[in-house]
């Protein structure tokens, strides 16, 4: 993944949130969840303000 998407230590950041088929990949195995022809992936920015 991109210097965007992860930190130095190869980390997803913390307002990137990424889905495979609507489920955050968090609750899967993180950046090691595996993908399967037809998934859709989603990957949306946190975003905050006030």
Known sequence: MGVRLCDESGNLRRFVN?????EDIRFRQGKETILSD?????????IAGG
Do not use: F, Q, T
Not at 38 to 46: L, M
């Open 18 to 22: 990424i889905y495979v088929n609507e």
């Open 38 to 46: 037809g998934d859709e992936i989603s990957i949306v920015p946190a």
